[in-house]
């Protein structure tokens, strides 16, 4: 392999100075940024299950199963809650 100079550099075509960039950045700083855009497509994809009523109506009743008081009354707030924002408006009785 032959080093190349910072002169010798902006002769090369400017794929060849993306890769070189990209070797500069740390193993920390890669897993970093792998972890933050894991994170933010998990933070999306939960944000657009639970944008439906239907889905967190789903969710608060498998919670019922096996809860205490406490967290029934929870469980039941929400179901309720949850119940106004359903839109009827195309159902077919």
């Known amino acids: 392999m032959v080093f190349l100079g910072s002169d010798q550099t902006r ?3 400017f794929f060849f100075s993306i890769m070189r960039k ?3 950045v740390s193993i920390e700083d890669r897993e970093m940024f792998a972890y933050n855009t894991a994170y933010r497509k998990q933070q999306a994809e939960l944000q657009r299950i639970l944008s439906h009523p239907e889905e967190r109506m789903k969710y608060a009743f498998e919670f019922i199963v096996g809860a ?3 967290m029934r009354a929870k469980c039941y707030d929400a179901i309720a809650k949850y119940s106004a924002q359903l839109d009827y408006s195309e159902a077919h009785f």
Do not use: K, M, N, V
């Open 22 to 24: 990209f070797h500069t």
């Open 68 to 70: 205490d008081e406490g």
């Open 11 to 13: 002769s090369l075509p």
